[in-house]
């Protein structure tokens, strides 16, 4: 006979016994994802569960001609739109190393006429690391040090990787790309796809990216060496006190037939990229995490103009980022 799932849940209400089996079985997929990142990263109260290490700061965008021809979106009007920005080290480890061969992140915050916002999460490679969300907890349990040796059991890690080969492209992009000598030096990349909608309800596919103004700049052998672990906060702030740190805004025209649902795979380097804003960083916070530690950098908010594509690891981000913030908050600031 089986037992109606009501009448479990129920039970398991009044006994503590088949609490756990009850709550087990209702582990969402973000669940697991968030959980994935605590078993590898350590569990940090009050920090991100994903670029974990971070700073917060400030500034405007100025959307472009090219901008508003692509899309109706009220970012690109031309005009001033406030933005709160987060940059971060990847990895759950809020300690994390800033010398790490990890991706460094640029969030952002974008306020916008009648009430509308755009949130955006962005990374220093120009491709994602799974192509489908159900890899993204397998990926990290791979990773998990054996206690035994301190290091990943390297036949599970091999199987795992021959089985998902896409998943070790953006390890050797990280591999052979200089650590980023500056949060305002490095390319960060959307990887997924969007879809622009102009007014005249023209549709183009599209992934962005935010090239650095002023070039980008990788360490040296020797900086690698002499660095402290943390660097990056106080390069920034000294960058931003001498002027504004700015970002061209491009954005790469998907052609017929280009991949929109796998950010593992990059489109050719053939596509048109056009510049379509500019964003300006203009402070930096003195304490970490005041002005953004209670956002969560949700990739599906976004302005009337702007839409998700079918990419499935765009459209499992939300929930995960949810379980994240509501963990964090709980816990209260670090
Ligand atoms: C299934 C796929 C993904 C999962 C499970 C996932 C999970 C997470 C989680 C749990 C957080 C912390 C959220 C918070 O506490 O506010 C986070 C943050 C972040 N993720 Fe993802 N993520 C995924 C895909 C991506 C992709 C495709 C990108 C690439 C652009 C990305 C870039 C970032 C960045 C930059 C942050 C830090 C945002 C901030 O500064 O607050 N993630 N992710």
């Not at 940059?87 to 061969?101: E, L």
């Not at 990787?161 to 959307?190: F, I, R």
Request: aromatic letters at 8%; a positive charge.
């Amino acid at each position: 006979m089986r037992f109606p799932l009501l009448a479990i849940a129920a039970a398991a209400t009044v006994s503590g016994a088949l609490l756990p089996l009850a709550a087990q079985a209702q582990t969402t997929v973000a669940e697991g994802q968030v959980n994935a990142l605590e078993n590898l990263f350590g569990k940090h109260p009050g920090a991100r569960r994903s670029q974990a290490k971070g700073v917060c700061a400030g500034g405007y965008f100025v959307g472009t001609t090219v901008g508003r021809a692509l899309s109706s979106a009220s970012v690109f009007n031309g005009e001033k739109h406030p933005v709160i920005a987060r940059f971060s080290v990847g990895g759950g480890n809020p300690k994390a190393s800033d010398k790490s061969k990890s991706v460094r992140g640029l969030a952002l915050q974008f306020t916008l006429p009648k009430g509308e916002q755009w949130l955006t999460a962005n990374i220093s490679a120009p491709m994602y690391f799974v192509s489908k969300p159900e890899q993204f907890a397998p990926f990290l349990a791979a990773r998990v040090p054996d206690p035994a040796t301190g290091k990943p059991d390297p036949i599970n890690l091999k199987l795992f990787s021959e089985l998902n080969p896409e998943t070790t492209l953006q390890g050797a992009y990280l591999a052979k790309a200089p650590v980023p000598a500056s949060y305002g030096a490095v390319n960060y990349w959307s990887t997924n796809a969007f879809e622009f909608v102009n007014a005249r309800k023209q549709s183009q596919f599209v992934r962005w990216q935010f090239v650095p103004e002023s070039g980008t700049l990788g360490l040296t052998d020797e900086q690698m060496k002499s660095l402290p672990t943390d660097f990056l906060v106080d390069e920034l702030r000294a960058r931003v006190a001498k002027a504004p740190v700015v970002f061209d805004y491009k954005v790469q025209l998907a052609e017929a037939g280009d991949v929109l649902t796998d950010p593992t795979q990059v489109w050719p380097d053939s596509r048109v990229v056009v510049p379509a804003g500019k964003l300006y960083i203009t402070t930096v916070d003195t304490a970490d995490g005041s002005t953004c530690d209670k956002i969560t950098f949700n990739p599906l908010v976004l302005p009337k103009g702007i839409k998700p594509s079918a990419d499935p690891v765009l459209l499992a981000r939300p929930a995960p980022y949810g379980v994240s913030l509501g963990r964090r908050l709980v816990e209260g600031p670090k």
